[in-house]
């Protein structure tokens, strides 16, 4: 036990030893331990309660110290401790799942330990409906310390050897996320002092009587699991409306503003604009522009809907680019922000480019001037994305007209909308840069009355410009 608690320092600190009852000197020689290592603390009990018993005592002590999350693992020797580290790390990454051991057996493990354990798991699987517990019986696990206090109080059995496989089942029951990680076991000969405390007989016995009351309490559960099942394979799907969603709140929930929560929540759930731009660039290699970013809604969304490439934000509103800078650096890896005006060439860039809702506010030459800009900055092969509202004579127009006036009114947008381009001034003042427009405008009404449309523009790859030469042909 001493050279268990030993090592795990070596990994991680601090480590809490449960001592459950024992009635050798062992207790005397950890408060020894205690004593010399501040790291260490010893939770004794005068007698055997069960394993789970006295880890919920532990866990609900943890919380009180102000821990989120435990690791449980053996004493005996069984579990790797230098492989904490890397479980915790794991943890920090997901800190709302179970990071489960899934144990490596190498020749010492006894074959009667490793096929029953299969029959465990199997039954884990069908009480879950597929909850994914990679193993149920091992008990190097981390777990977030609420759920884990919460579904042992919900229950008066999972207290003694039936611990790790019914906790497993309940937390699953609760849609808590499993990540399972390989994690070697090694079981010790008596010569090297192991001793296992497993009695088949009355533990075989504990752990059937487990199994009859979680298959029967799945059974109940069904058409909950089953909807659970449902919803997480519409999360595995990147591109489903579930997912979809989950990324719009998870960009409007770090902005700190209650307000800009509300709005940034409801943009993205109306407005096309952040999967069109997705699905043109997804396909495509390069990194991004994002010129009139304002907050960085935009470079958000796109991360959040699994977009790798580097992002860099331009916008001329030197609060909006700061409170921009803040996110991407608690958040978002790889998005840059600057203030700068989006009639100038951003330095240094090469790649995609995109235009949302700005023209209308600059003057008809100072638009040409952006077409200039935002076209030197696009590669052969490159994209650069156009969304505007266009002036024509429809209602759409009227109404786009009063909804800008009215964003000035309320100081929300304060520039003064000076020219809306028309079809012809958009498509001929790109092309004179050398851009291509791919197909025609794409209507960006959404579920809002306003005239939105995209234009996708494209310079043509280098293969295309430069074409072989026949050797055979007259101009040879």
């Not at 990994?11 to 024992?22: E, F, I, L, T």
């Not at 794991?90 to 799942?97: I, L, T, V, Y």
């Not at 019986?137 to 008066?156: D, K, N, Q, W």
Request: a neutral charge; hydrophobic letters at 40%; aromatic letters at 8%.
């Amino acid at each position: 036990m001493l050279l268990t608690i030993r090592e795990a320092l070596e990994y991680w600190a601090p480590v809490w030893v449960v001592v459950d009852g024992s009635d050798d000197d062992s207790g005397a020689r950890l408060d020894e331990l205690a004593r010399s290592e501040p790291h260490v603390r010893v939770l004794r009990f005068a007698r055997n309660r069960g394993k789970g018993a006295v880890l919920l005592d532990g866990a609900r002590e943890a919380v009180e110290a102000g821990f989120s999350h435990v690791l449980t693992m053996d004493a005996d020797g069984q579990h790797s401790a230098r492989h904490i580290a890397a479980m915790m790390r794991k943890s920090e990454q997901n800190p709302k799942a179970v990071i489960l051991g899934k144990p490596m057996f190498d020749d010492s493990a006894p074959a009667l330990r490793v096929h029953g354990r299969k029959i465990s798991n199997a039954l884990a699987a069908i009480e879950t409906l597929g909850g994914g517990i990679g193993d149920s019986l091992f008990g190097m696990r981390v777990y977030p310390a609420t759920p884990l206090i919460e579904v042992m109080e919900s229950t008066r059995f999972a207290r003694r050897f039936d611990f790790e496989a019914e906790v497993a089942v309940r937390l699953a029951w609760e849609q808590v996320e499993m990540i399972n990680v390989d994690v070697p076991v090694r079981y010790l000969s008596k010569e090297e002092g192991g001793v296992s405390h497993f009695n088949y007989l009355r533990d075989n016995l504990l752990l059937s009587w487990m199994n009859f009351r979680l298959l029967l309490g799945g059974l109940l559960r069904l058409p909950r699991l089953i909807r659970g099942r449902q919803l997480q394979r519409a999360l595995d799907d990147p591109d489903s409306e579930l997912s979809i969603e989950r990324a719009a709140l998870r960009v409007a929930g770090r902005f700190p503003s209650h307000w800009f929560k509300r709005y940034s929540r409801s943009k993205m759930a109306t407005d096309p604009i952040f999967e069109a731009v997705l699905s043109e660039l997804r396909p495509l290699d390069g990194e991004i522009l994002d010129l009139g970013c304002g907050q960085g809604v935009m470079a958000f969304y796109l991360k959040e809907r699994g977009l790798k490439r580097k992002i860099r934000g331009v916008d001329h509103d030197v609060d909006r680019v700061h409170a921009a800078e803040l996110l991407a650096r608690r958040y978002y890896h790889g998005i840059t922000f600057e203030p700068g005006d989006v009639c100038d060439r951003v330095s240094g860039f090469n790649g995609h480019v995109v235009i949302t809702d700005v023209l209308q506010y600059l003057s008809a030459e100072n638009q040409q001037l952006v077409y200039h800009s935002a076209a030197r900055c696009v590669p052969p092969g490159g994209r650069l994305l156009v969304r505007t509202a266009l002036a024509d004579k429809s209602l759409r127009f009227a109404i786009q007209r009063s909804a800008d006036f009215l964003a000035r009114l309320v100081r929300w947008i304060p520039a003064k909308t000076r020219h809306y381009p028309d079809v012809d001034e958009l498509v001929e003042g790109l092309e004179r840069e050398g851009l291509q427009l791919q197909g025609e405008l794409r209507k960006q009404w959404g579920r809002t009355p306003l005239n939105l449309y995209l234009a996708v523009f494209a310079r043509e790859p280098v293969d295309h410009l430069m074409r072989p030469v026949d050797p055979e042909s007259d101009s040879a």
